[in-house]
């Protein structure tokens, strides 16, 4: 080998591109959302599911494109026997793909809980990861609104759980029917054949808060070109068409009784737009009788609720708040989650209808829109420190941590190797508040000191050596062995 | 296009080969194992840490190899930007990396706690699944053996906490030290040129368990051919050689401080080994001082730890049993986990030594052997079932459902569509204790019906009709509305 060779040649040590590592209290704090989530789930009667994090290919479907490597969106790769496999974009698709698997061997309806890492295989960006954890509901078999209704009292109940109060959020329910019976009443008819201008109706009213009236007219009629010259095709409904679907979106400016009543009006005698009506007569019956008014969960005619495989019933979730940005506009959060009903997914494996409806969030989403409007509680705990004063007396430092653990607090012996400057340092960069410190001559005392860190924290600074520190005792206070667990307690107010 | 191809060609729902999908049982069981592991951990000061699935391929390391397509033993993948990903095959080489990259923003040691998918792309097997749950605490930057007792310590008390009894399980703990030095006094040098010769003995004395002293001897000595006629090479040592190997594998028939003063004779002069012997001292003196007796924690010289980085002392726990199998055989379970010191893994990137020490275990390893040792507790908490005997009273059954969970049981109303009879079998399918009925005429007299499915199971099913249901009532019990409440608590014995 040449000596060029001989130079160590070490990896560096760099996480992937658009992958993070999740702090301590980060992790607490989505934890917490999650166990909350989790809480209201179970208490309802759902069962929790884990399923892999692959799936094949052609079992996730939606994304995947008739290519050789079907990586779009993706991450994907062939296993050993040629097959490609995925891994889950959501956690829906392979739901859909257990229930097809499990069909007779679940009792239906089917309701699972899950959460778990998802990835897309997509550019990396500020706040957008390629892998990150969501937090689902779902109800397979169950066709009727009552299993909507519930969908949507989950959302509002897991919001209160993880710590929002009533007028920090609230549920917004539309419904597809409606738009689609709508449609069916100008021309567009309610079969495969409308389906691209039904989706382009649906992408127009989607940018409703972005274009503003007049451009979605013009989406919803010819077309329309933006400033930068691109030109989007429109859906070419004729003005009548165009008239009922503007009034449409702003049916629901009352609350859920007055909006039935205006949709009732516009439905009309499509029956799927009537049928929609009556599934939102009931999603409001069954939250009316649990006490979920307007303020937590409204009918919303403009929520589209993205483009994919919903059939009926939609909700987004929408943080309301009133902070004000620099020019003292509110800010808007904007919405954290979402679901609705999806009655087609599972009948691509079967052949048959299999109904079923969901609700998810993304926890990272919801964190920080819950840390923008203040609403995460601080539950920093450090440990009481145990400082390694004498290495010949370690026993007795983690006979005493022990002694803490045992009494319900949260406890650390130094397992470093610094001396106590450096221990203390550490000690301070950990957060700890209060650090306990005994050598020979306290032992032989049966007595042991506690530091208050925060109050010392300056002092400490100057001290460099043990014989220093046990001369200068800087906001400590001496406590004979046997009252250290009441005086610990005592000073967390445990 | 040909009537062939409009045959619907719909995908096959299958979960990937060697992945599982997991039960709400499953789930329940071990989520309290990591619950009970993370709250030992943390009670003990560690931090939570979550990693990315991905890392580079090269800051992984170990499995890869010198190819193209670096897929030997993991999932790889080549990014956008051509660098290959793999997807982790545990927690500490992540945890390497992740500790290179923040190297000085860490106070140190730098002690933390994980749970999370790994992924192996090995031939999967019945029980041996392509992606499990490893669950680690390790502690990064502490050289001392403090550090490794606390390991010890964390093990025995993960065991505790999990819900095994003293005597069900025994931490293992031996030091690569030792064998290091006592090869050494027999002439293989403690440098890179034994290393091979070094990796043969442990290798041969890692089969013991199987082939006994006199095929470990063959091994340690030119080698041995087994009864298929393959032939392994042997490490070649001298028979004195030989003999003191042998000697240090039974050095631990006594309790902790017999096996030091045994191991204290068998090292000599070597520093390595009386370094090896000063770390079991320290250990023990930790161990001893917060009560850890033989019984929970002992020195085992026959412990070989896998091959892989480990640097000093390592450790397995061993579930013990009495259970005997059909032959009166004790059932062996086997190592459950186990951790130690690895000094490199770090350095790998920074070049400085940076020590460590650590304890795994996998989750479903663990719940596996809890299940055979009776060590679960049974927390089946099926919810109380709200049957839709009337539609039109779906209000007045969520309004119930609202009021049991106020109350703090889990209460599931029936969102499926079937009629009384297709409830029933669902609720006696979900494990339902108690369901409650109330149609219009229990509403008018202001009372519910609680039945009683384990005692009515045999009867339900001769019961065909609404109509005949309500005559029948078997094993059920006309409650007060306002009692309600009430009557479940004390009938769930809550």
Redesign the interface.
């Known amino acids: 080998m040449s000596k060029k060779k001989q130079k ?1 040649n ?8 658009g ?6 209290d980060i ?2 704090a989505e ?1 917490r959302l999650i166990a909350a989530a989790f809480a209201v789930y ?4 759902f ?10 290919a ?2 996730l ?1 939606k994304f995947l494109p008739d290519e050789d490597r079907p990586n779009t969106g993706v ?3 062939r ?3 040629e ?1 490609w ?1 995925s ?1 889950r974009y959501d956690l829906t698709a392979p739901l ?3 229930v ?3 069909f007779d061997a679940l ?3 089917y ?2 809980y899950q959460a778990g ?1 998802v ?1 897309r ?1 997509e550019k990396p960006g500020p706040g957008r990861f390629r ?1 990150f954890v969501q937090c689902d509901a779902d ?1 397979v ?4 609104a ?2 909507d ?2 969908m949507v ?1 989950l959302a509002a109940d897991v919001m209160r759980a993880v710590g929002l109060k009533d007028g920090q959020y609230q549920v917004r329910v539309n419904n597809r029917k409606l738009l689609d019976g709508i449609l069916e009443n100008t021309g567009v008819p309610n079969t495969n054949e409308g389906a691209i201008q039904r989706l382009k109706v649906l992408r127009a009213i989607d940018k409703l808060d972005r274009l503003g009236e007049a451009g979605v007219e013009a989406l919803l009629g010819e077309g329309r070109e933006d400033d930068s010259g691109d030109y989007t095709e429109g859906a070419n409904l004729g003005k009548d068409a165009i008239k009922a679907v503007l009034g449409f979106t702003i049916a629901s400016a009352g609350g859920r009784v007055d909006t039935i009543a205006n949709l009732e009006k516009l439905v009309g005698n499509s029956e799927r737009g009537m049928s929609g009506c009556q599934e939102l007569v ?1 999603i409001d ?2 939250l ?4 979920i008014g307007d303020d937590r969960a409204a009918f919303d005619t403009s929520i589209v609720r993205g483009l994919g495989y919903y059939t009926g019933p939609v909700f987004e979730v929408e943080l309301l708040t009133d902070i004000k940005d620099r020019k003292g506009r509110p800010v808007r959060i904007g919405s954290i989650g979402g679901g609705g009903r999806y009655d087609d997914l599972v009948s ?4 048959q209808l299999v109904p079923a409806t969901g609700f998810s969030f993304g926890v990272s989403r919801l964190l920080s829109a819950l840390e923008r409007l203040d609403a995460l509680e601080n539950t920093s705990n450090p ?1 009481v ?1 145990v400082t ?1 004063f004498d290495r010949a007396l ?3 430092y ?2 005493m ?2 002694e803490m ?1 045992t009494a319900g ?9 610094g001396n106590i400057t450096k221990q203390m ?2 000690a301070d ?2 957060g700890v508040q209060l650090a306990v410190i005994m050598g020979e001559d306290e032992l032989s005392r049966n007595e042991v000191t506690v530091k208050d860190l925060a109050l010392g924290a300056e002092m400490a600074k100057a001290i460099k050596s043990n014989e220093e520190w046990k001369s200068a005792r800087p906001a400590q206070e001496t406590v004979a062995r046997e009252n250290l667990i009441d005086y610990l307690k005592q000073a967390l107010n445990k």
């Open positions: 160590p070490r990896p560096k040590a760099r996480r992937p591109r992958f993070e590592d999740k702090s301590a992790i607490r934890n179970d208490q309802n009667g069962e929790p599911l884990q399923t892999p994090a692959f799936e094949y052609d079992a479907g991450f994907a790769l296993d050993d026997d097959q496999m891994l859909a793909r257990f097809a698997e499990n009792a239906k309806p309701r699972r890492s990835f295989n892998e109800s078999g169950a066709p009727g009552a299993a209704a519930e009292m009931d019956h069954i009316s009788a649990v006490g691509r494996f079967r052949g440990p420190f390694v370690l026993g007795e983690f006979k941590a022990d653990r607090l949260r406890a650390e012996v130094y397992v470093g190797t340092k550490y960069r950990r």
